[in-house]
């Protein structure tokens, strides 16, 4: 029977640390996402850092990526920037490339 009861604590084990990665990946995915957008804003490094928190913050508020297109849309448009939500969830897509390449190098 302890066979059986490894297994499950390898299995729990697994899906935690599954469930950490990808909580990295998306917070780092925010964060690139962020400084672009703050590079499109044309914002200060010290407002760049700022805005970049908000926008992984953003991510809390419900599931999904939504709260954190949301976010990113409202504050480019709001900008004056001719961006629209299409271009928003591809560089998501993209950055989610970047952070799990950045993760799996710098572990």
Do not use: H
Not at 38 to 57: C, F, G, H, N, R
Not at 72 to 79: I, M, P, Q, R, Y
């Amino acid at each position: 029977m302890t066979t059986f009861d490894d297994r499950e604590r390898a299995f729990e084990a697994k899906f935690a640390r599954d469930e950490e990665v990808a909580f990295r990946i998306n917070a780092r995915r925010n964060r690139l996402t962020a400084q672009w957008a703050a590079e499109l804003m044309k914002l200060t490094p010290a407002e760049a850092d700022a805005y970049a928190k908000a926008v992984v913050q953003a991510d809390f508020e419900e599931a999904g990526d939504e709260d954190v297109v949301r976010k990113l849309f409202g504050d480019l448009t709001a900008a004056g920037l001719d961006v629209d939500e299409a271009t928003v969830r591809s560089v998501l897509a993209e950055k989610t490339i970047e952070a799990r390449r950045q993760l799996m190098q710098s572990e």
